[in-house]
């Protein structure tokens, strides 16, 4: 016969004591932490470091300067703020790349679903096309800019496709058509990474659904519309924020494509904005406090997004 | 306790940070020698340049070797050199300083003051004369070594001349009138789609290639800034932007950029280069090179024009900055120049630059009137917030002469405003 001698309980309150607390501090599984510990110094090291720097930045008369010398980075408050506001070419790089976001967001999720559910259907060279969409992703932006350029340019192929239809100013130097014509551009180029997440999606809704819509007579659109739509809504929410997180980003393509924001200003983004501020001008703090703003609309239309999404789902 | 603990190791890693920051570059006593590390440009001409000064001079001074390298990748040599400057880790000697960039790089604490050095203001001027005055930053003190300019003039294709039914030996391009002229016939005939096609786009630099030379021309020497007042809200300004609005209407100018060389593509017939160009277009164009016009058309010997020059920058982070200082007036003395000179076909900023090498200019003609051009060159403007100047002209030069919106007195007095206030701010 075994005996099994309890603990009293002032003994077993000593030895749970540091538990608590230690769990408190690194959880059920402190094994885990060890894991994710150089995941979680990347994102403070990249990226919030570089965040709560810029905030602090946009708030001081800031300027890079070398090591050792002493220079005066007084807080001046609000007044770099006070400064963006009032420039005229920051409101209108804001309204540019709000009408890129317009015009590029709507158009990805259409597209990418759309080409995604034919994309899951197709059975001849079904690695071929999904190639075929993901190449201009993964090619340079500097490379794919140059076959723009070729297409879009006056003597481009597409003017002399069009002919007397062709606009006069020419697409990327018309005020009007330039940044639809990043728009565009953006669009077919970051089309395969959201088609590659719609098509991850798709796995996952029920075969079932669609046996029993066909089972109910519904057509292809029908379908599409109430079995592959609802079913990939998560996917939807996540191309939404991404596309609209990297579009606001938008910096290269009229740093290219446009010459730099041309014309006057018409393709100019407020990340271009900051580069030309930040980097070639030397007022980081003046670049900062555009980023910080453009930060804070970035999470209010991701707010709004996530809210119409999961409305739309509940 | 804990908690105590806690905040002692975050005060003493702020410590370790601050420290190994404010010791990472804070620069050296101008007085060290030893070895130290130069940047050149990545050009195959300069590099050439480049290694021959740097194996001459460690042959001789065998305790101050030089290790030299091209100036690393980036979008641009400011960007890099001033990221450079930020890190501590710019080099001893920079051969591609930008004019524009040296009075961001000198309140950054990047630059050290050439005048510190008991021979340096005397060095200075007496290679490069009067002009050096146009590189002394506010307060008189050279923050960089004028070296070598590249004075820009009008190129033209003789061949495209020729086909519009101009003379192609002696081209009549002195007045406006004669200049816009000769761009109808070239556009009308056919010969090329553009007269000339300078950069239409709106990087900050754009116009010191279009609007900069002639204004320079035009004024007979003056910068955009001086004294602190923007100059070109003048008659001479609006006669300029003028001319090339015209040239832009009548789309004798391009509006759109051109991937690649336009003037050796046979796009356009003309283009504003300097005397680097000469080996880059070599036997592919049949050129000839004249002096930018002026409204009423001024004599080859008295025309003004943009020096597109590159100068040489002494950085503090440097430890050994006298060997630095002494190669500096190694790399620019007369033998050396003559080296840059045949190498790299660019102007030493010497003030005696055709008397000093005849044989050159007798043996390589086509450079003469480069070298006669040298001695009339306009710098950019060495004044607070220089980049971001030329970037508010660009936008407004863009608007109302690119693109021909709004009127052209309008834009110059607004720009001049505004680039007024970022003059005298500090």
């Not at chain 1, 794919?144 to 002919?163: H, I």
Request: one cysteine or more.
């Amino acid at each position: 016969m075994t005996t099994i001698t309890r603990p009293t309980e002032v003994e077993a309150q000593r030895q749970d004591a540091p538990r608590p607390r230690r769990r408190r501090w690194l959880g059920s599984s402190p094994l885990g932490l060890l894991f994710t510990a150089p995941y979680l110094i990347f994102i403070c090291a990249i990226f919030a470091y570089p965040i709560v720097f810029a905030v602090w930045m946009s708030f001081q008369d800031y300027f890079f300067s070398a090591p050792g010398v002493e220079v005066d980075r007084p807080f001046v408050g609000f007044d770099n703020y006070i400064a963006v506001l009032q420039d005229p070419a920051v409101w209108q790089s804001f309204r540019n790349v709000g009408v890129f976001l317009i015009i590029n967001v709507p158009l990805t999720v259409v597209l990418s679903i759309v080409l995604a559910s034919a994309l899951n259907r197709v059975v001849h060279a079904r690695a071929f096309l999904r190639v075929s969409y993901y190449v201009p992703y993964v090619a340079a932006s500097v490379a794919v800019v140059g076959v723009w350029l070729f297409l879009f340019s006056g003597g481009g192929l597409v003017n002399n496709v069009l002919g007397d239809l062709a606009p006069v100013p020419s697409w990327l130097i018309n005020s009007q058509l330039a940044m639809p014509v990043i728009a565009l551009f953006v669009t077919w180029k970051q089309l395969g990474f959201y088609i590659l997440l719609y098509l991850a999606a798709l796995q996952n809704v029920p075969k079932e659904l669609y046996e029993s819509a066909a089972t109910d007579g519904a057509g292809g659109v029908r379908t599409f519309f109430s079995v592959t739509v609802p079913g990939v809504r998560p996917a939807t929410l996540l191309v939404l924020l991404i596309s609209t997180i990297t579009g606001a980003n938008l910096f290269t393509e009229p740093y290219l494509l446009t010459g730099g924001g041309g014309p006057n200003g018409a393709s100019a983004s407020p990340v271009l904005l900051m580069y030309q501020k930040g980097i070639e001008q030397g007022n980081p703090d003046v670049a900062s406090a555009i980023g910080v703003i453009l930060i804070i609309c970035v999470l209010i239309i991701a707010f709004i997004q996530r809210r119409l999404v999961r409305d739309e789902e509940s | 306790m804990r908690r105590g603990m806690t905040i002692g190791i975050l005060a003493a890693a702020t410590a370790v940070a601050l420290v190994g920051c404010s010791g990472g570059g804070g620069g050296g006593d101008a007085r060290t020698k030893g070895p130290i590390t130069i940047w050149y440009s990545n050009n195959e001409a300069e590099i050439a340049w480049g290694k021959q000064m740097v194996e001459a001079w460690n042959a001789d001074n065998p305790d101050e070797q030089v290790k030299a390298q091209e100036i690393p990748a980036g979008d641009s040599s400011e960007e890099v050199i001033s990221a450079a400057i930020t890190a501590g880790n710019a080099p001893c000697l920079i051969f591609n300083t930008s004019p524009a960039a040296v009075p961001q790089f000198e309140k950054q604490g990047g630059l050290v003051s050439l005048s510190d050095f008991e021979d340096g203001d005397d060095y200075i001027t007496s290679r490069t004369g009067d002009l050096a005055e146009q590189y002394a930053s506010a307060d008189g003190a050279y923050f960089q070594m004028p070296w070598k300019s590249n004075p820009v003039m009008i190129f033209y294709n003789k061949d495209l001349f020729a086909k519009a039914g101009l003379d192609a030996d002696s081209p009549k391009l002195s007045t406006y009138d004669e200049f816009l002229t000769a761009s109808r016939a070239i556009v009308d005939s056919g010969a090329a789609k553009y007269a000339i096609h300078p950069a239409p786009t709106s990087e900050f630099f754009q116009s010191w290639f279009d609007f900069y030379p002639l204004y320079a021309a035009e004024t007979e020497g003056t910068q955009l800034v001086e004294d602190g007042k923007a100059t070109f809200d003048s008659d001479e300004g609006e006669a300029v932007s003028e001319l090339w609005r015209t040239m832009y209407e009548e789309n004798l100018a391009g509006q759109e950029q051109y991937q690649g060389d336009s003037f050796l593509d046979g796009e356009a017939a003309m283009a504003i280069v300097g005397p680097w160009a000469i080996a880059v277009y070599g036997d592919d164009v049949n050129w000839g090179a004249v002096p930018v016009p002026t409204s009423e058309g001024t004599d080859a010997a008295e025309t003004y024009t943009f020096s597109d020059a590159k100068n040489i920058g002494l950085y503090s982070a440097c430890k050994n900055q006298q060997t630095a200082w002494d190669v500096l007036k190694f790399a620019t003395s007369e033998e050396q120049d003559g080296k840059l000179l045949e190498l790299t076909g660019q102007m030493p900023l010497r003030s005696d630059l055709t008397t000093v090498y005849p044989d050159y200019f007798a043996d390589n003609p086509a450079y003469t009137v480069f070298g006669d051009q040298a001695s009339r060159t306009v710098e950019v403007p060495n004044v607070a917030n220089s980049v971001e100047i030329w970037q508010n002209f660009r936008d407004g030069y863009s608007k109302a002469v690119i693109f021909g919106e709004g009127d052209i007195p309008a834009f110059l007095k607004d720009t001049a405003a505004k680039i007024d206030t970022l003059a005298s701010a500090n």
